[in-house]
């Protein structure tokens, strides 16, 4: 059979196509417990910053053992589906939620934790965000998280107006959004928002 024939090139595109498949399969099944070994590091990771907690070590299992020690975890079922709670087991007892929605680009989830009157937020961090690298991406930095700390939630304002970046809140503190990622900052308002709103109907029902 000729090399430069149609029937030679389709076949060895298909026999080319069969290898690299069946190889990144076999990488990808091989290294499939390790990759949700480390999924669970980084969530587990973010429940503990989150909630402050002290870990003796960076690693799974050091992460996994502070959250045993400090953290109730619990599922709460409404009409909107279910939602899971961390509940710090020491006073004051804060109560943290997984947060996720749809951002500028993909999807961005956290655990956002609430003071134990749920008058306050207390932190945010982030699980998973595929914004732009350098804009919206720096919503993961330390100054913008910071923000969030002692910022008053009025649950008698209507849902969609309880955070509002760039806007000064009862005590005095304003949340900046990201400069030159107004589109993220303004997708992640809308996130807190509709989510602070699904967790107070949950909780109550």
Known sequence: MKKDSPVYIFL??????????????LVHYLSLDKLKSNERMIRNRSISRAFNLHVEASNGEAFENAIRANIEKKELKSSSGTMQLFISKNQPREIGFVFTGIGFWDRISG??????DLNEIKSIEFLDQKETPGLGARIEEEWFKEQFKSIPIDWSKPAASRIVFGQKTSNGKVINGITGATQTSSALQRILNSELERFIQTYKQ
């Open 111 to 116: 655990i956002l934790v609430l003071s134990d």
């Open 12 to 25: 060895f595109i298909t026999i080319l196509s069969i290898v690299f498949g069946v190889a990144i399969s």
